[in-house]
């Protein structure tokens, strides 16, 4: 009987990253500061490279992870950081409001460039917070929004019932298979993020600002943006397959080419 086919080279360099990344989480764990300090949350994806950096924050489950892979593909002089919920290793959760995320992030991301136009980004709720940080800091070049919702109407506050079955199918159209323990430690974390993004409403910023919106994305996402972004590009995938292969090469064809654009302006 034959056996399963090879992997791809690109299944094997994506296995590498997850498993790069891992040890890189419990590197920075093992490392924390001791009780009353706070451990950044900044994770370093591709650190090395002479280009300015770019930073990445997490969607609504709080992870970095779905960065892995795109950061390896956006260049091997491009530093990319991410910036990972610390909700998700003891951190506190409670009741939070996207400026105050943004504003904790933009001083992790000022401690690794202190000067400089920064290069912000971020997929689903990390759009917004990477908008948020443009806002607060001022001196942005280019903010990468990727699928990111805008509220339709009055905020809402939906229930816990409600929010653990967005919950369960995030984690399911993630591929993810958390067991019960992980399940309980992330829904916190999730719901925290969701909640505050339905009660944030953007501005426009001083920034380009880049969408990048899955082109099976409902149509109406796209109006909304039109007031605070510079660009619209629908790019293939929907919004869990658009940083997954097939897809993914062209998101990150996208993005390269908006970096090498601010670069020699």
Not at 90 to 117: F, K, M, N, S, W
Not at 170 to 182: N, R, T
Request: charged share 25%; hydrophobic share 45%.
């Amino acid at each position: 009987m034959a056996g399963p086919p090879p992997s791809t080279v690109e299944e094997k360099r994506h296995a590498l990253l997850q498993r790069r990344l891992r040890h890189k989480r419990e590197e920075a764990l093992a490392s924390a500061p001791q009780e009353g300090r706070t451990m950044s949350p900044l994770v370093p994806l591709s650190p090395a490279g002479a280009k300015p950096p770019l930073f990445l924050v997490h969607a609504a489950g709080g992870s970095v992870a779905p960065y892995a892979a795109l950061a390896a593909l956006l260049g091997d002089d491009r530093p990319v950081y991410a910036l990972e919920d610390p909700g998700l290793h003891g951190g506190t959760i409670g009741e939070r409001r996207l400026p105050g995320l943004a504003a904790t992030y933009l001083a992790a991301v000022r401690e690794v460039q202190p000067d400089g136009p920064l290069h912000v980004g971020g997929w689903s709720v990390g759009g917004a917070v990477a908008l948020e940080m443009a806002r607060q800091d001022g001196d942005v070049a280019l903010t990468f929004v990727l699928d990111t919702a805008i509220p339709d109407g009055a905020p809402s506050r939906p229930g816990d019932d409600e929010l653990s079955a967005w919950f369960a199918a995030d984690v399911a159209a993630m591929g993810a298979e958390p067991d019960e323990a992980e399940l309980a430690e992330r829904f916190p974390v999730f719901a925290a993020n969701v909640r505050a993004l339905l009660a944030f409403r953007p501005s426009r910023v001083d920034s380009r600002v880049v969408l990048l919106s899955a082109a099976d994305s409902e149509p109406g996402r796209l109006d909304r943006w039109r007031a605070y972004a510079d660009e619209i590009q629908v790019v293939r995938g929907d919004h869990y397959t658009m940083l997954q292969s097939p897809h993914i090469e062209a998101l990150a064809e996208a993005m390269r080419d908006r970096l090498s654009e601010v670069s020699v302006r």
